[in-house]
């Protein structure tokens, strides 16, 4: 089993900046990748970024690319995403998820095995 723990999520104006972090812990020596998916009110979960633990390569939904950035601390097991030049519709709860699947593709949500509890994330215009 993995954990996984989100935290970094609030209130900020348009254009603003927050940064999200997600820490795994438990059998995490097996995980292939990891990544961040939100959820609006009304609507679907979808996509946001992930990355590739064993390069960091890094794969991003078209509406954050060049705002937001995905990273990972080996070490720490733990991935960030800095997110910059905030709107309103980035407004969701953002989930992290994790996977031990081979078969892993990264904007696929049922591809990813464990995810964590959500976090609240706000932009007001």
């Known amino acids: 089993q993995v954990q996984l723990v989100e935290s970094g999520g609030g209130l900020v104006q348009a254009g603003g900046s927050l940064r999200l972090s997600c820490a795994s812990s438990?059998?995490?020596?097996?995980?292939?990748?990891m990544g961040w998916f939100r959820q609006a009110p009304g609507k679907e979960r979808e996509f946001v970024a992930a990355i590739r633990w064993s390069d960091g390569m890094t794969y991003y939904a078209d509406s954050v690319k060049g705002r937001f950035t995905i990273s990972r601390d080996n070490a720490k097991n733990t991935i960030y995403l800095p997110m910059n030049g905030l709107k309103p519709e980035d407004t969701a709860v953002y989930y992290c998820?994790?996977?031990?699947?081979?078969?892993?593709?990264?904007?696929?949500?049922?591809?990813?095995?464990?995810w964590g509890q959500g976090t609240q994330v706000t932009v007001s215009s």
């Open positions: 998820a994790s996977t031990q699947d081979i078969r892993w593709f990264p904007s696929r949500l049922r591809s990813y095995d464990y």
């Open positions: 438990g059998r995490t020596d097996s995980t292939i990748a």
